[in-house]
């Protein structure tokens, strides 16, 4: 009897033990298949309109990786949604310069590793090491660009050279902006002839009043595809992302672009890693892929931002070469172009602003 059970005992020991090996019992077998599904997806929260599905598509072909893309309209709603989320819901973000700071100093970033982005040597040394990320430990520029005037020359006979002809009552219902707290406040200030940036209390008041004379004008906000109102003619006038006045000008050849005297915003949108990704290797390896020069130029092809691949400069058409939306010369965002910056404990008083001059 004794004999009996020791067997039986070592018999289900050995059972178990050969169950274990195998990745026996349906916990751990589900556990290596989620594994592994898991090493073979990626989520990627970017902005709207901003890489070609063509683009996912080779990636997902090549590399065997399902990508998951979902949209954003505003930096604020990057932000929001990364910090409400649950950690790993998002991989790979693409937060302008300001935000990519504050994002990096809440701790929602991490570094990724150098010698898996093989391809950063094709990115133009003036894109680099810029304020937000000296060393390039959390950030890979992707695009770059500003938010200028468009004007429709068959609607609009008055010659805009500055913020402050857009004031005109003429100009009533006239207008698309990007749906930007920070831009539209910050041009607002430009146009006062101070910097974006000011945090000053008595600046901001007469920003503000400067922004309660322009609503009129303005008669819609719109982030996702502002080149849509101006294509349609329903606006005449565009504060607007330079990619969408290069694409509203290939289909109207009357709108034209201002390069607003007061100077305007420049930004370098990056890649960057949430500290809470489950698939970093991905990441990198989706990043990588972004930067190879006919990738990159297929981007700038589709949305005509500003590129930052050097390396791609030979693949661009003439047509994005000579468009002054879309190629804007270095020497114009280096003079005249402001990046944001974090205003730290003013950005109550910026979301006060806009929300008692949009109600």
Known sequence: ?????????????????????????????????????????????????????????????????????????????????????????????????????????????????????????????????????????????????????????????????????????????????????????????????????????????????????LMPNIKVFDSDSPKTEMISGETSIGLIYNAEAALAMKENPAIKIVYPKEGMQRFIDSFCITAGSKHKEAAEQFINFILRPEIAAEITQSYPYTSVNEAAKDLLSDEYKNNPASSIPPDVLNTQGEFMKDVGDATPKFDEIWSEVKK
């Open 1 to 213: 009897m004794i004999s009996w059970v020791k067997k039986l005992v070592t018999v289900g020991a050995l059972a178990c033990m050969l169950m274990t090996v195998a990745g026996c019992g349906g916990n751990s077998e589900q556990s290596a298949q989620k594994d592994d599904k898991g090493d073979k997806e990626l989520n990627l929260f970017i902005w709207s309109e901003y890489i070609p599905d063509s683009v996912i598509k080779k990636f997902e072909d090549e590399s065997g990786i399902k990508v998951n893309v979902s949209n954003y309209s505003t930096n604020e709603e990057c932000l929001a949604k990364v910090e409400s989320s649950a950690e790993g819901t998002y991989d790979i973000v693409v937060p302008d310069d300001f935000m990519i700071k504050i994002m990096k100093d809440k701790g929602l970033l991490q570094k990724f590793d150098k010698d898996k982005i093989t391809n950063l040597k094709n990115i133009y040394p003036n894109y680099m090491s810029q304020y937000y990320d000296p060393d390039n430990e959390y950030s890979v520029p992707y695009l770059a660009g500003t938010v200028l005037i468009a004007v429709n020359t068959d609607k609009v006979k008055k010659n805009i050279t500055s913020f402050n002809d857009l004031l005109d009552p003429e100009f009533k219902d006239s207008i698309v902006a990007v749906d930007e707290e920070r831009i539209i406040i910050g041009y607002a200030l430009k146009a006062l002839g101070y910097s974006m940036n000011d945090t000053d209390e008595a600046h901001l008041a007469q920003a503000k009043a400067w922004l309660q004379k």
